[in-house]
């Protein structure tokens, strides 16, 4: 059971340039969620997806957009990666309709922007 | 809003004693907390929750975490600290969505050092 899987682990990007994070999930849930994590900040959300076909604004989606490909798959993309864009990526997900059910995380996308 | 703060950025302990992390919320309403643990270059793994009930919570390795309504904490702790315990640790709570679900309020962490 992979749980949450996060495509790349690694990347480095110029300024300017795009990238697509993918995030994969196998264990039917239906919630998914984008986190960034930079020092001193904890975890910030980025965008969530409440069901397939639904994305939400978190608390900082400027310069990002998302995709819920289907159940299963939910992508983060960088359009024109900035400096600022440097952190490690977590992709998330978790069981709708029950509260009480945590979310179940990836082991990040380490992403640096020069 | 809803929210938590973990007051030490770092906490230093030898192993065999006791361990506390810290965190305190500000919530309106009852409050739905979390804690999560994170190993150097993984994900965040769940160790523990907080949603009605007892306010001693059991969790997993070893780990409870005591709500406290009066002082509006919810203090991680290990009675035994391992040097296996060294990690990141965060509190969070729980905020609902407009879309039937909920997001969680991260704490900035606690870095967890148990020396040898």
């Not at chain 2, 804690?35 to 070893?62: A, C, E, H, M």
């Not at chain 2, 780990?63 to 990690?87: G, I, M, R, Y």
Request: proline content about 4%.
């Amino acid at each position: 059971n992979a749980g949450v899987t996060q495509t790349p682990k690694f990347q480095v990007l110029k300024t300017g340039q795009s990238m697509t994070l993918q995030c994969a999930q196998d264990m039917n849930h239906n919630s998914m969620y984008w986190y960034r994590q930079d020092p001193g900040m904890g975890l910030r959300l980025i965008y969530y997806s409440a069901s397939e076909g639904t994305t939400d604004k978190g608390e900082v989606p400027n310069g990002y957009n998302v995709s819920r490909l289907n159940k299963r798959e939910f992508s983060l993309r960088l359009e024109s990666a900035a400096p600022s864009q440097t952190s490690v990526y977590f992709c998330a997900s978790r069981v709708t309709g029950d509260s009480n059910q945590p979310q179940h995380f990836g082991d990040g996308t380490r992403l640096s922007i020069l | 809003a809803q929210s938590v703060a973990q007051p030490e950025d770092q906490v230093n302990v030898a192993e065999g004693n006791p361990l506390t992390v810290k965190c305190t919320y500000s919530v309106s309403g009852n409050p739905y907390l979390f804690w999560y643990v994170q190993y150097p270059n993984r994900g965040l793994q769940f160790l523990l929750k907080y949603i009605t009930g007892d306010n001693l919570v059991k969790g997993s390795y070893g780990f409870e975490a005591e709500f406290n309504k009066s002082q509006t904490s919810f203090h991680l702790k290990k009675p035994s600290a391992l040097v296996s315990d060294s990690a990141l640790y965060f509190c969070a709570v729980r905020v609902f969505s407009s879309s039937n679900d909920y997001k969680l309020s991260f704490g900035a962490g606690t870095t967890v050092t148990v020396r040898a």
